[in-house]
Each structure stands twice: as structure tokens, then as C-alpha cells.
């Protein structure tokens, strides 16, 4: 069981050797193999670690490892007195930590192989850099998901956030991507300032940061049904940092720039892991959480409305990377709803399957955006269907899981969302059905514009041609707002094909282009090991009703302890039948979503060109995602600068103002102190010289070395002496 | 009667003679003079029946050391020294006054104390039944013994000392 | 008449001694000046014999003829040296006796 420890190690060697002598001295196949290697190592002991705990009662599933002290004890002021705050390196292992290890670790691993040949065009340093960052990434997510305490859970999110802004920016002399970089980490930041806040107001509260100790605590106190006490504080700060980090209602701005970064770390840390470590610190937070029923509505309702508003805005994105990204904003919403609803195991399991699929979407766009050779307008691609057979498919199979058509992972995940929010609150049952609806519809979109009709993307002509070449050219210009995410636009059009290019060169010189095409044998393998896990995963979350075990929610239960709060599903259920029907229900609304897709794309394309002119206001505000970008800038950004503005000139006008007064206030009192002693001390101790030499002028002549003189002088004094005498008598 | 007389006339003389001394522009002259004032000086002592005393005076002040300034005097020779200039710095005048002064505060005291005289104790007299001279003989062989070797050797000494300075340069 | 006091002997003292005093501080020869010393010491003596026929005692008389004593020897010397100097510097102001002086 130590060698849980070896989990996030082995990222973390894997990182140090790329980053620190890989840059300067590994070749491309070097990193990726030291970069997989590790990452397959740690996926091997996250399985022996979920064998192991499988292996134990499921009262005695826990494990802890203290690898010894951070803080030692250091008196602080909580609501009870004084307690020593003493914090130290936990790791946790549970059977939430062990689900959460095998996604990372697992999709993790395919990612990075996939990785090795999708970026195989940038320079040696590049590539190493880049698999270095991935596996840093990997490091933090597995402290994160491994920590016992409040605080490790923060080096690990603080680390995930940084890591997302290192690779974000990756290609960091585009000016879209290192801002879309920074972006991020602030956004990110506001939600940690609440994260932290949050775990200051637990310590302050609970006089320790232990996630057991807390959860022990608290399952003394009774909720608070009424009113917004304590407990609901903390709750709502967490919940802020989960939005910063998970990206919902109001801090998901930054996760469509997020784009920016290369597909692979779309895939790893959009999709699957980073922005899922919001949910998974709800989860983790479970016991606090269960004890503020108010905040509990507010992130379902928070869930609910980022679910609904990110769905609408992806049905008129035309880039393909910004209609998953927006469609992993409304997922994640749904697992808010969850959490909201108390049935966290649902999100976890909604969590898992929605890294395999969305993942596996996320991987296959980046197929298709390398053989585009970094187009990503959907409008300009189509037909790849009889190009690309292996990503259509494995991409078919995502799609399908995503609208939740059974008996594909998407659909019982989905379901028990939906089964719990019809339990709890009828209205965010229908505005989550709602979504699924727009969910189904815009996934299929992505589909036919991508893979169905006719073939609209660039021409592809022999190198002798120059009008072609020019036409060619002249697309790659057209669209300069297109995130060009490959960095390679700049390559000219006719050099698509990959790898092989050189064996098609005929004898007389010309290159022949072949259109677009499959990707490398990295690339196609992982993509069908994610459509397995997509196909797979679902089974261990069947629900009772139609004859499963719901084994996923056994298996979590020990993880969230669930007491006072009614959790749907347990005892005021449905009934068998009501269940079926409402799964059912959900089916055809799915379908029926999928189906208005097919007419509008690949039957009768003008129908979405004539609702779009009908309701431009419409079109145009979800086009430009409400405007809220917009918004933030004018308001947040500008009132920021402006401040920053105003602190400056304070700073340079009052503050140095003062400093300057203090210098010349310093002069004026030395030029005074300068005059005082030139004039009245020196003055002084002129004086007494001038004195004595003058007044030795005068008593000189009494000196004349005349005998008599001195006589005259001896009879004086008696005269003197005479005088007194005669006097005093 | 007679010796307020007598004292007055000597007193007269006593004064009269040291001016002139102090005054006098020949050196012979101041020379005689200041014999002359001895002589009165010794017959003050008469008055003042220190009879032993006033011979004393006369043999060697009058007869010694008169002589012996006059013998110097003599050796010299000087001659109308030539008008030398008077050193500026010199302060006669002031010299003159305060001497003026000097006197007459001395006076004052005098005769202030002489019309306030002050509880001066009588010591009684031990007069012998003999004449001046015995009872000086007396008290300078027993009780002030010392001091009058001394003076003997001080006059040894003075003795030898005048030869030596006095004698030429061999 | 007032009848002589003592006091009037002194007040004749007082006059000798301020005329020998006179005669120091003004003259320049040198031998004038040692014989205006040898005035102030008969003042002396005379003020000594006064009280001493006042006070009925012979000591005052004593102490006068050892002044005598010493004024002779002194005289002696004083003129011993004038003569020396003399003889080098044919000189008797007392003006002109600073071969000693810086």
C-alpha cells in the first residue's frame, strides 16, 4: 500500500527528467517514451491500489500515509481558543481517491501517448518541454486527488492551475494563447482566493484541516436548515473556488480561450482531470457540504443555469475545439447539479464517464484538426467520413455516449443525474432535460458539419500551380480570429500529408497532396482505447431499477458520509416503474435532439442559414457567448487597470511626495545645522582662541624685562594687599 | 618736652637725608648722604635706649658699609654717563603715586590703630638688672644661640664670595 | 605735645620704607638702588627697635642686629657682583643688566 506514494512520484521524476535534461539533451522519442513510460508505470500501481482496496471490507477501505510535517504546530485563534495548527504531507487513499487515480492515471496515459505523435512537428526542446509540463500537470492532479488535508488538496490545485497556464500558453509567442494563458490563471485565482478562504474559515471553525477530522466534527452538528450560518459560509467559499476551477456561472469565461493549448492538453486537462478537481473537492467536502442545505441548492442551481447557458451558446460555435469546450462547461454543470441534489456519487460517476468521452471527442478533433492542417472551422470541413474511418467512428461512439443513448457509458451516468434531480427540485429536472435536449442536438451538429456532406475544405493542388497555391493562401488569411491552434498554419497548404510525404514524391519533382487523412498509429490506437472505456465504464453504475447493482454507488458510499441529509434515490424513490420512465423519457429527447440535428445539417443545410436570419439578435447574442467577455473587460478589467492606474500616480504623487518631503526636510535641517555650527559653535570655540590670543597681546607688555617694572609691579601688590586690610578692619 | 624735640629734629634729618639719597645725581653724594642718615638712625636707637644697637648701626653700617660703597663708587668711576634714552616703558610717575599711596594708607592703619589700639598683650619685661648690651649679650648667647652662628657663617660665607667676585681676572 | 608714642616711630618707619621703596623703583644706577635697599632695611630696624622698647623686649633688638648682619653681607656680595659686571658690560644702568633675558 506505500507504493501509493510512487503514484504521484512517478509524473513527478518523469517531469524532472524531461524538463531538467530533456530540453537540452533528449531526442523526440526519448521524452515521449520517458513521458508514457512513467505515466504507464503509475496507471499500473493505480490499478494495484484500486485491486488492493477492492480487496478489503468496505468499512476498512481507507488508507492513510503521513509523510510527515509542513507545519509544525503553531498556536492559532479558532472559534474554540487557541489551537495548535499543526498540518502535515497526508496522502488518503479511499474508494473516491482510488476512482479518481484510475481516470487520471488511465486517461492520463492515453493522452500522452497520443501526445507523442500529435506534436511531433515542434522542435526537439519544445516537444520535451511540453511532455515535461504534462507530466508536472500529472503530478499535481495525483497530489490533489490524493490528500488528505485541505492543504495538500491546495498545493494541488495551486499546482494543476499553474500547470494549465504553463500549457495553455504552450506556444507562447502567439499572443492569443499566452493571453488566453494568463486568462485562465486569473480567473482561476478569484475562484482559489474563495477556495482559500474557505479552508481558513474551516480551520478557524473546526481547529483542524483534516478532511476526516472535519468530517467526524461536523457529523456532530446538526445542519443548517435555516439560514446562512457558519457551515454555509464555508460551503459557499469551496463552492467559489470549484467555479473558478471547474468553470461555471461566472468564472467560466476562461475555459473556451483555454482552446489556445495544443488538443492533447484540451483532452487531459479541459475535459477529464483539472477542470473535475472542482467537483471532486465538493465530494471530497461532502460531510460540510450535507450541513448547509442552502448552499446545496445554490450550486444546483448555479449547475443548472451554467448547463443550460453554456449548451445554447455551443449551438452556433462554428470552431470545433469551442463547441466541446463549451459542451465540457454544460457537463460539468450537470455534475454541480448532482452534488446539488446530495447524490454525489451520481457526479463521480457522471465525472468518470464524461473523461472517457469527452476525452476521446477532444482527441479526435485533434485528429481531425492535424489532418486539416490546423483548420478548425467547422464550416470549411465535412465529408471526412470516407477519409477518416477510424475517428468518425470512435468519435460516433463519443457523440453518442455524450447525448446519452444507451447502452453507451454517457447514458447511465446521465440518467441517475436526471433521476435524482426529478427527486429533488422538478424545475432544475426540466432545465437539465432540457440541456440534455441541446446537448443531443448540438453534439450531432458537430457530427455532420464534420464528418457528413460535402467535402468544403481547402483545395488541394500540386506545388507547380501558384494560383492554387495563392487560393490556398488566401483561405489561410480569411479567418485570423480562427485559434490556429497547430502553430503551423503557416505552412503551406499543400504539405498535409504526414509522415510518408516524401515516398509519394513522384520523378518529376511536384508533390502530389492526398487530402486528408488518418493519423498515426499513436494516435488511432488511442482513440479506440478510449471509445472501449466510453463503451465500458457504464456498466458499473446500472441502476437498480432495471436489474443492476449500482455498484459504483456502493462502492462510494463509505466515501461520502451521508447521515442526516435525505439522499434521493435511498428511500423516497421511485418506484421500478417510474424509473424506466423515466429513462425512457430521457431516451427520446436524446433522439429527438439527434434527429432535428440530421435535418438541419445533413439533410436540408439551409434550414439553419434561414432560423439564423430570422432571429439575428438571438443568433449574434450566442454567438458572442452573451457577451459576458465583454462585460468582465469593461467592468472588472477596466475598473482593475484603473486602480492600478490610480495607486500608481497616488504612489509616485502622495508616497514619494512624502519621501522627497522627507529628503529635502532632511537638507533644510543640515544647511540649519550647517549654519549653527559653522557660525555659533565654531563661533564659540573661535572666540575662546581669539580671546586668548588677543588678550595675550594685552598681557605681554606687561613682560618688559624692565627690573623696576617689576618692582612697580611687587609694590602694587602690596598696595593691594594694604588696602584690603585696611578695609576689612 | 626735649625728646619730642629731639625726636622730630632726627626725624626730619632721617627723611630729609633719604630723599636726597634717592634724589641725588652724583653717586658720591647719595653716598654721604646715606651716611649721614645712618648717623641719625643710630640716634633714634639712643632714644629708643637700644644703646648697644645704635653702635652697632654706627660701626657697620656708617663705618662698614658706607665705606664699602663708597670704595665701589670709587672703583667705577663713572663719568657723567652719556644721556642714555630713557626706556619708554619705564613708569616713573606711576611709580611716584602709588608710593604716595602706599604711605599714606601705612599711616592710616597707624593711626587708626593708634586711636583703637587693639588688646596688644604687655609681655612682661625681663629686663636684667645690667645695661642694653648685657641683656642683648644675654639673650643672643642662650636663647637665639643658632641663629647667631649662622649669621657668623653667613658672613664667612659672604666674605669669601666678595673676594671672589671681586678679585680680576688672572 | 602730644608725648611720642611708639606709633610715631613707626609712622618715621613707614616714611624711610616708602622712601627706600621710591628710591628701587625709580633710579637707574644700581648702586643707588642698592643703597635705597639699604633704607628700607634700616626702616626695618627701626620699626623693630620701636616695638620692641614698646613691648619692653631685647629680642626685637636681637632680630635687628641680624639684620644688620645679613645687610652688611648682602652689600658685600651685591657689590662683588656689580663690580664683575662692570667690569664686562662698563655699564650701571639697571636698564642694560638683560644679558640674561631671551
Known amino acids: ?729 | 618736652m626735649l625728646e619730642s624735640l629731639v625726636f622730630y629734629t632726627l626725624a626730619a634729618f632721617i627723611i630729609g637725608f633719604g630723599v636726597l639719597v634717592v634724589t641725588a645725581r652724583n653717586p658720591v653724594h647719595c653716598v654721604l648722604f646715606l651716611a649721614a642718615n645712618f648717623l641719625c638712625v643710630a640716634m633714634i636707637y639712643v632714644l629708643l635706649a637700644a644703646e648697644f644697637l645704635a653702635m652697632i648701626q654706627i660701626l657697620v653700617y656708617a663705618g662698614g658699609i658706607v665705606v664699602l660703597y663708597l670704595f665701589v663708587v670709587m672703583l667705577v668711576n663713572l663719568r657723567r654717563p652719556p644721556d642714555a634714552q630713557v626706556d619708554g616703558r619705564r613708569q616713573a610717575l606711576f611709580g611716584f603715586v602709588l608710593v604716595a599711596l602706599l604711605l599714606a594708607e601705612m599711616s592710616a592703619i597707624l593711626v587708626y590703630s593708634g586711636a583703637h589700639p587693639s588688646n596688644v598683650a604687655a609681655v612682661v619685661p625681663q629686663f636684667p638688672s645690667g645695661g642694653n648690651t648685657e641683656t642683648i649679650g644675654m639673650l643672643l648667647y642662650t636663647d637665639y644661640l643658632v641663629p647667631f652662628e649662622l649669621a657668623s657663617m653667613l658672613l664667612l660665607v659672604a666674605m669669601v664670595g666678595a673676594i671672589v667676585l671681586a678679585r680680576k681676572e688672572a | 605735645m602730644t608725648p611720642i608714642t611708639p606709633y610715631h616711630y613707626l609712622v618715621l618707619s613707614a616714611a624711610l620704607f616708602a622712601i627706600g621703596v621710591l628710591g628701587v623703583m625709580v633710579r637707574r644706577n644700581i648702586i643707588i638702588l642698592l643703597m635705597s635697599i639699604e633704607l628700607m632695611l634700616n626702616a626695618v630696624n627701626i620699626n623693630l627697635a620701636a616695638f620692641s622698647y614698646q613691648l619692653h623686649n631685647a629680642a626685637g633688638q636681637v632680630f635687628a642686629i641680624f639684620v644688620i648682619a645679613v645687610a652688611a653681607a648682602e652689600a658685600a656680595v651685591g657689590l662683588g657682583i656689580i663690580l664683575g659686571f662692570y667690569r664686562n658690560k662698563e655699564t650701571l644702568n639697571i636698564d642694560d643688566m638683560n644679558i640674561m633675558r631671551w
Request: proline share 4%.
Open chain 1, 1 to 729: 500500500m506505500k507504493l501509493i506514494l510512487f503514484i504521484p512520484l512517478l509524473p513527478a521524476a518523469g517531469a524532472a527528467l524531461n524538463g531538467l535534461i530533456g530540453v537540452r539533451w533528449f531526442g523526440r522519442r526519448v521524452s515521449g517514451f520517458v513521458a508514457c513510460a512513467v505515466m504507464a508505470l503509475a496507471c499500473g500501481l493505480s490499478i494495484g491500489a484500486f485491486a488492493s482496496l477492492l480487496a478489503l471490507p468496505p468499512e476498512a477501505r481507507v488508507h492513510d500515509i503521513v509523510l510527515g510535517h509542513w507545519i509544525p504546530a503553531i498556536p492559532l485563534e479558532t472559534a474554540t481558543g487557541i489551537v495548535m495548527f499543526s498540518a502535515s504531507w497526508t496522502a488518503r487513499i479511499d474508494p473516491l481517491a482510488a476512482i479518481m487515480l484510475l481516470v487520471v492515471t488511465g486517461v492520463g496515459f492515453l493522452i500522452h501517448v497520443y501526445a507523442t505523435a500529435y506534436m511531433k512537428d515542434e522542435p526537439r526542446s519544445g516537444y520535451a518541454r511540453f511532455f515535461c509540463y504534462l507530466n508536472l500537470f500529472c503530478f499535481f492532479m495525483l497530489v490533489l486527488v490524493l490528500a488528505g488535508n485541505f492543504l495538500v488538496m491546495f498545493v494541488g490545485w495551486e499546482g494543476v492551475g499553474l500547470c494549465s497556464y504553463l500549457l495553455i500558453g504552450f506556444w507562447h509567442e502567439k499572443h492569443s494563447a499566452a493571453n488566453a494563458g494568463k486568462k485562465a490563471f486569473l480567473v482561476n485565482r478569484i475562484g482559489d482566493w474563495g477556495f482559500l478562504l474557505g479552508i481558513f474559515l474551516v480551520f478557524f471553525t473546526f481547529g483542524t484541516l483534516d478532511f476526516r477530522e472535519v468530517a467526524l466534527t461536523v457529523g456532530t452538528m446538526s445542519p443548517e436548515t435555516t439560514g446562512f450560518g457558519v457551515l454555509s459560509a464555508i460551503c459557499i467559499l469551496l463552492f467559489v473556488g470549484a467555479t473558478g476551477k471547474s468553470a461555471q456561472i461566472p468564472l467560466h469565461v476562461w475555459l473556451p480561450d483555454a482552446m489556445e493549448g495544443p488538443t492533447p492538453v484540451s483532452a487531459l486537462i479541459h475535459a477529464a482531470t483539472m477542470v473535475t478537481a472542482g467537483v471532486y473537492m465538493v465530494a471530497r467536502s461532502s460531510a460540510l457540504f450535507v450541513h448547509a442545505p442552502l448552499v446545496m441548492e445554490i450550486v444546483a442551481i448555479v449547475g443548472a443555469l451554467t448547463a443550460l447557458m453554456a449548451a445554447t451558446i455551443a449551438l452556433v460555435q462554428t470552431d470545433i475545439k469551442r463547441v466541446l469546450a463549451y459542451s465540457t462547461v454544460s457537463q460539468l454543470g450537470y455534475m454541480f447539479v448532482a452534488a446539488g441534489m446530495g447524490a454525489f456519487s451520481a457526479a463521480v460517476f457522471h465525472l468518470v464517464t464524461h473523461a472517457f468521452f469527452k476525452a476521446l471527442l477532444f482527441l479526435g478533433t485533434g485528429a481531425v484538426i492535424h489532418a486539416m492542417a490546423g483548420e478548425q472551422d467547422m464550416l470549411r470541413m465535412g465529408g471526412l467520413r470516407k477519409h477518416m474511418p477510424v475517428t468518425f467512428v470512435t468519435m460516433m461512439l463519443g457523440a453518442l455516449a455524450m447525448a446519452g443513448i444507451p447502452p453507451l457509458s454517457g447514458f447511465f451516468s446521465k440518467d441517475e443525474i436526471l433521476y435524482h434531480a426529478f427527486l429533488g427540485n422538478r424545475i432544475l429536472w426540466g432545465i437539465t432535460t432540457a440541456t440534455t435536449l441541446l446537448t443531443a442536438f448540438y453534439m450531432f451538429r458537430l457530427m455532420s458539419l464534420t464528418f457528413y456532406g460535402k467535402y468544403r475544405g481547402p483545395v488541394y493542388s500540386a506545388i507547380a500551380s501558384p494560383a492554387a497555391a495563392a487560393q490556398a493562401a488566401a483561405h489561410g488569411v480569411d479567418h485570423p480570429h480562427d485559434a490556429r491552434a497547430h502553430g503551423e498554419a503557416h505552412r503551406p497548404l499543400h504539405e498535409v500529408t504526414h509522415g510518408g510525404a516524401d515516398a509519394d514524391v513522384p520523378p518529376d519533382g511536384s508533390r502530389r497532396a492526398r487530402g486528408p487523412q488518418e493519423g498515426p498509429a499513436a494516435i488511432t490506437v488511442a482513440l479506440m482505447a478510449l471509445a472501449v472505456g466510453v463503451i465500458v465504464a457504464g456498466f458499473m453504475g446500472v441502476p437498480q431499477a432495471i436489474g443492476g447493482t449500482n455498484a459504483i454507488e456502493r462502492f462510494l458510499a463509505p466515501s461520502f458520509g451521508l447521515g442526516a441529509f435525505p439522499v434521493g434515490g435511498a428511500g423516497v424513490g421511485l418506484s421500478r416503474g417510474g424509473s424506466i420512465a423515466l429513462m425512457l423519457f430521457s431516451i427520446l429527447v436524446s433522439a429527438a435532439g439527434i434527429l432535428t440535428a440530421r435535418h438541419f445539417y445533413t439533410r436540408n443545410p439551409e434550414v439553419p442559414r434561414r432560423l439564423a436570419a430570422r432571429w439575428p439578435a438571438a443568433h449574434t447574442l450566442l454567438q458572442n457567448k452573451y457577451y459576458l467577455d465583454e462585460l468582465y473587460l469593461a467592468t472588472i478589467v477596466r475598473g482593475t487597470m484603473a486602480a492600478a492606474r490610480g495607486s500608481f500616480s497616488f504612489d509616485r504623487r502622495v508616497v514619494d511626495a512624502a519621501v522627497n518631503a522627507f529628503g529635502w526636510g532632511t537638507q533644510i535641517a543640515a544647511w540649519f545645522s550647517h549654519m549653527f555650527d559653522k557660525h555659533v559653535v565654531d563661533g564659540i570655540v573661535n572666540l575662546a582662541g581669539g580671546t586668548a590670543g588677543r588678550g595675550s597681546f594685552l598681557v605681554r607688555r606687561l613682560q618688559t624685562g624692565l627690573i623696576q617694572n617689576y618692582a612697580l609691579i611687587i609694590v602694587l601688590g602690596l598696595f593691594a594687599f594694604l588696602t584690603v586690610f585696611l578695609f576689612a578692619r
